[in-house]
């Protein structure tokens, strides 16, 4: 499913279901806003099917959420960022990027595994 910037506003979540691919012509973003949340769930590390193509991450101070058994790859500098949040990174792949995860504030603990 092609895709543009999309924003995910406090009190809303965006679930991403295992299997979905969502591909952007260029670097794209999700913004997850203060109270917001993602949960992009795949069903297992071997089949990491929930991707994202050319689609940047981002998780804003005080929003939550999770990735898990997921593929992200083409565009992002870096891929995931997280800001005084602490959403739950797990079984990802991230590849051909020039970086992977950023995690920037205070007192927090983290996020990958």
Known sequence: MPVT??????GATLTLPPGMTLSAPSGQVIYVQSGGGLQAVGTSAGQRDVQL?????R????????????????WG????????AAPTV???TVSGTHGGIWVDGVGL???AQ
């Open 5 to 10: 910037s999309v924003a995910v506003s406090s």
């Open 53 to 57: 193509s050319n689609v940047f991450v």
């Open 59 to 74: 998780f804003e101070a005080g929003s939550s959420g999770q990735l898990e058994n997921c593929a992200m790859s083409g």
């Open 77 to 84: 500098d870096p891929s995931i960022r997280i800001t005084d």
């Open 90 to 92: 797990r079984q990802c």
């Open 109 to 111: 603990a983290p996020p």
